[in-house]
């Protein structure tokens, strides 16, 4: 019989000092549904002194050497909480190897090698787990694995990154410009130093690998997704989307039918009725479009040590729950199609389009004459004067990126009117 489920945590960091509070103040319950404490035995990490504090708060034993974990016999799970994709991915790998069973929080790491280090866990025979890759603290992964694999998911549109969520809202509640924006959420610790890869929908896109694999079963890489961020994103532009009815959002955006799937990242005008745009600063949604339940939301912080440290320990509570039932070891996600993509340019999308006409003069006649002889269905349009010009606010019927360059310039060529930019919605 199992005394213990023993686990050594690499880095103690955000994360890694979430997970001793968590299992501390949830000790009883967890007790009561694994039969058994979760015990740390160890924690590796670079500098004993400048964690010897936290170490000494929890009774935590700490150490720099990380074989003192892989190698240790008695440690049943090693949870990775370190980041990067180099270290980390050589530490999962030698404790693979060593049959422990390994929980990590690196979406980086699980977009890029998941499939590798799933095939060496089910080599090994152990469990490979990783709720806190996708958005923090909601637990969409087991969600999709489990209760909907009765379902069949036709869509799955995401607020999947904090970060240009916040800004976005910053932007539209505070009328800030993107720079004072990006600043802000700087200073509050919600981007980092190098924003890059959350500006530019690079986080989101490793988001939507996993949240792909795990609602299709399909492998997609970077190369499949169209990713754009939000640094082009103005706030004249939000203000026009909100007169409309619309905010601006990051979205990963999967839409499947018959042929295949097409997966994007970028931003889209959600429209005020729709659940998504009801998320607001660092808080990440999962809107899901399924033939069974028809439509479900989940919603919660995805970030933050608290709320991921729980996505990470709810990790050790079904591994430790599965080894005390000696169940036989089966993968986070069994789920595997073959990879089949549409072609990206007969994706039809609702657009929000903004024009410009050097023109005090009411132009809205000739634009919608214009859209009804190519045959597009115009929903909404506004127009309104500014600096001795119009700006026009449209939103059309569904489009593909095809004929939307060609009113572009059809636009442009036959109304004198400019087409300042253009965003898909939702
Ligand atoms: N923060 C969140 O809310 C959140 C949410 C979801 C997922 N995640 C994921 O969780 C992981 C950890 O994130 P975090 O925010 O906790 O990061 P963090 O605060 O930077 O902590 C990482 C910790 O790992 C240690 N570390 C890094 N490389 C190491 C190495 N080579 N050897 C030893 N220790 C090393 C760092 O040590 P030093 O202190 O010495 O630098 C630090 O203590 C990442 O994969 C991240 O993507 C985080």
């Not at 974990?69 to 980390?88: C, L, Q, R």
């Not at 607001?280 to 999962?286: C, D, G, P």
């Amino acid at each position: 019989m199992r005394e213990y489920l023993t686990i050594g945590i690499l880095g103690l960091g955000t994360v890694g000092a979430g997970i001793p509070l968590i299992l501390e103040e949830n000790k009883k319950k967890m007790e009561t549904i694994l039969g058994m404490p979760i015990k740390i035995k160890k924690v590796f990490v670079r500098n004993i002194e400048a964690k010897q504090n936290l170490a000494q708060i929890y009774g935590i034993e700490l150490t720099t050497s990380l074989e003192e974990i892989v190698n240790d016999e008695s440690i049943d799970v090693v949870v990775e909480v370190m980041g990067g994709t180099t270290f980390a991915k050589e530490a999962i790998e030698q404790a693979l190897r060593n049959k422990k069973h390994v929980v990590t929080a690196n979406k980086d790491l699980i977009a890029q090698y998941g499939e590798e280090l799933v095939l060496l866990a089910k080599e090994n025979q152990v469990y490979l787990y990783y709720e806190a890759a996708v958005a923090g603290g909601i637990p969409i992964l087991r969600t999709l694995a489990t209760s909907l694999a009765s379902d069949d998911i036709t869509g799955l549109y995401g607020i999947i990154n904090g970060t240009t969520n916040f800004m976005l809202s910053q932007m539209a509640e505070q009328e800030l410009s993107y720079e004072k924006a990006l600043g802000k959420a700087q200073k509050l610790g919600f981007a980092e130093s190098d924003p890059t890869n959350d500006v530019e929908g690079i986080d989101a896109a490793y988001k939507m690998i996993i949240l792909t694999k795990f609602a299709l079963g399909m492998s997609l890489s970077l190369e499949d997704i169209s990713i754009q961020g939000i640094s082009d994103v103005t706030l004249e532009e939000i203000k026009l989307a909100d007169k409309l009815g619309y905010k601006i959002k990051l979205l990963g955006a999967l839409k499947r039918d018959e042929v295949g799937v097409d997966v994007e990242v970028c931003p889209i005008g959600v429209s005020n009725n729709h659940p998504l745009s009801t998320v607001e600063n660092e808080m990440n949604a999962i809107f899901v479009e399924s033939t069974g339940i028809g439509e479900s939301m989940f919603y919660g912080p995805g970030a933050g040590a608290k709320p991921t440290a729980t996505s990470v320990v709810s990790d050790l509570v079904t591994i430790g729950k599965n080894l005390k039932n000696q169940a036989k070891v089966s993968q986070f996600n069994e789920l595997s199609v073959e990879k089949k993509l549409v072609d990206k340019s007969q994706v039809v999308s609702k657009r929000m389009l903004f024009l410009q006409s050097k023109s005090e003069e009411s132009q809205l006649k000739s634009i919608q004459l214009f859209f009804e002889k190519e045959g597009i269905e115009i929903r909404k349009v506004t127009g309104q004067v500014e600096n001795s010009t119009t700006i026009y606010s449209i939103i059309t019927d569904e489009m593909t990126d095809f004929s939307i360059k060609n009113c572009q310039d059809k636009i442009s060529e036959e109304l004198s009117i400019n087409v300042l930019s253009h965003y898909k919605v939702l």
